[in-house]
Nanobody, 125 residues
Framework: QVQLVESGGGLVQAGGFLRLSCAAS???????MGWFRQAPGKERKFVSA????????SYADSVKGRFTISRDNAKNTVYLQMNSLKPEDTAVYYC???????????????????WGQGTQVTVSS
């Protein structure tokens, strides 16, 4: 079993930045990892994903050029650097693991097997 714990969320002003972390325990060897977010009253949506080797990354159009995903396999941790934050980025952010590895469907929720509890990000205008 894999357990994931997100941290780094908080309240920031528009134009500010945050760095989210997701620490994993249990087996994550050769797994892809990703971030999703869910705003109040809305569906959970894909944000970004990264392969085990970090050779492949993917971003939602809404965050391209502003967010950067990375991972440190020695620490079993994935990060999401969020810059130039907008009020539309306000959401609960979830970390997830896909045991299927990297593929064409890494932006789809059902590709992921394990989920963290989420961390709140609020961006004020």
């Amino acid at each position: 079993q894999v357990q994931l714990v997100e941290s780094g969320g908080g309240l920031v002003q528009a134009g500010g930045f945050l760095r989210l972390s997701c620490a994993a325990s249990g087996r994550t060897f050769r797994n892809a990892m990703g971030w999703f977010r869910q705003a109040p009253g809305k569906e959970r949506k894909f944000v970004s994903a990264i392969s085990w080797s970090s050779r492949s990354t993917s971003y939602a159009d809404s965050v391209k050029g502003r967010f950067t995903i990375s991972r440190d396999n020695a620490k079993n941790t994935v990060y999401l650097q969020m810059n130039s934050l907008k009020p539309e980025d306000t959401a609960v952010y979830y970390c997830a693991v896909s045991t299927k590895g990297w593929g064409t469907m890494i932006n789809v929720e059902y590709e992921y097997d394990y989920w963290g509890q989420g961390t709140q990000v609020t961006v004020s205008s």
